[in-house]
């Protein structure tokens, strides 16, 4: 069965510093992968998608993705965070045996000034 | 556009108390799904309707039960809750039944039983 691991549950970073927030899955073939962002108080909201073609892709907000079969990892990064992008992150992983998402645990991100 | 409603925003119960939440969709979206999020645990599927009609079972549906009113409107009726009903319940909708298809959420009902 499909799973997918956000190690992170917790991460603080400086406003300006770059992120990394991981993703690792578990599936038997080319998977769907998602990442959803859920600012306080609000619904999730998709950031990018990769379904096949190029491994790295470009969301909303400035945050890009990369898929790396090998490692079966799909990692969120950004550049330069700003106090805005303190949120809760889910990655997701589909489609499973009813054709559904599978959510990860999710990781919060702090952003200090 | 409104996009995707729930209601109420929060609501406290007692163990043994019924109540119903409600959805609804402006986007002409023909699937409808119901979540629950428990910390660490993300967002897991308790029910979800395909098309106006039909409803299917997720992966905890238990103690849960379901009515696609319309098109647009899609509720979750808890019959007698429990302590561990406690949680955020999203409603979301796509286009279609197909982890291809991008899901848009409603802001989330927090539910607690004591």
């Known amino acids: 069965a499909q799973s997918v691991t956000q190690p992170d549950i917790h991460i603080t970073v400086s406003e300006g510093a770059s992120l990394e927030l991981r993703c690792n899955y578990s599936?038997?073939?080319?998977?769907?992968l998602f990442w959803y962002v859920q600012s306080p108080g609000q619904g999730l909201q998709l950031l990018l998608k990769?379904?096949?073609?190029?491994?790295l892709v470009q969301g909303i907000k400035g945050f890009e993705a990369e898929f790396k079969r090998s490692q079966s990892s799909f990692n969120l990064r950004k550049p330069s965070v700003h106090w805005s992008d303190a949120a809760e992150y889910f990655c997701?992983?589909?489609?499973?045996?009813?054709?559904?998402?599978?959510f990860g645990g999710g990781t919060r991100l702090m952003v200090k000034p | 556009n409104a996009g995707v409603t729930q209601t109420p925003k929060f609501q406290v119960l007692k163990t043994g108390q019924s109540m119903t939440l409600q959805c609804a969709q402006d986007?002409?979206?023909?699937?409808m799904y119901w979540y629950r999020q428990d910390p660490g645990m993300g967002l897991r599927l308790i029910y979800y309707?395909?098309?106006?009609?039909?409803?299917d079972k997720g992966e905890v549906p238990n103690g849960y039960n379901v009515s696609r009113l319309n098109k647009r409107e899609f509720s979750l009726r808890l019959e007698s809750a429990a302590p561990s009903q406690t949680s955020v319940y999203f409603c979301?909708?796509?286009?279609?039944?197909?982890?291809?298809?991008?899901?848009?959420f409603g802001p989330g009902t927090r539910l607690t039983v004591l």
């Open positions: 309707s395909a098309s106006e009609g039909t409803t």
């Open positions: 986007m002409n979206h023909n699937s």
């Open positions: 997701a992983v589909g489609p499973n045996a009813g054709n559904m998402l599978t």
């Open positions: 979301a909708s796509s286009e279609s039944v197909s982890s291809y298809n991008e899901q848009f």
């Open positions: 599936y038997g073939a080319t998977p769907y």
């Open positions: 990769y379904f096949s073609g190029d491994t």
